[in-house]
């Protein structure tokens, strides 16, 4: 029921700055928190940043002072603002959304976007 669109994703060299977003669509549904997950070939998935239904915001260390995650609850819309890029940021990234259907409350369904490509050049 819940569609996740990724973009913003692209090349940008060491120090240079990207704003992917992701924007989820569908019916009966309210979001509770997103995550930023990034996928570098070999490497396990992380979570990079959350943010929860009440704004609080998460960071891993890797990241921490470089991407600041955002969200617009009027767009449906998350953003991962990242500054400082290098090239250890380079993989693709995902947004997972957490959310409640309107009809079943008590139960919690995370859905995945398609994923954006970053790369980081030196």
């Known amino acids: 029921q819940v569609q996740l669109v990724e973009s913003g994703g692209g090349l940008v060299q060491a120090g240079g700055s990207l704003r992917p977003s992701c924007v989820a669509s569908?019916?009966?549904?309210?979001?509770?928190?997103i995550g930023w997950y990034r996928e570098a070939p070999g490497k396990q998935r992380e979570l990079v940043a959350s943010?929860?239904?009440?704004?609080?915001?998460t960071y891993a260390d890797s990241v921490k002072g470089r991407f600041t995650i955002s969200r617009d609850n009027a767009k449906n819309t998350v953003y991962l603002q990242m500054n400082s890029l290098k090239p250890e940021d380079t993989a693709v990234y995902y947004c997972?959304?957490?959310?409640?259907?309107?009809?079943?409350?008590?139960?919690?369904?995370?859905?995945w976007g398609q994923g954006t490509q970053v790369a980081v050049s030196s």
């Open positions: 997972n959304v957490e959310v409640a259907f309107t009809y079943i409350t008590s139960q919690l369904t995370h859905y």
């Open positions: 569908g019916s009966s549904f309210r979001i509770n928190a």
């Open positions: 943010i929860n239904s009440g704004g609080t915001t």
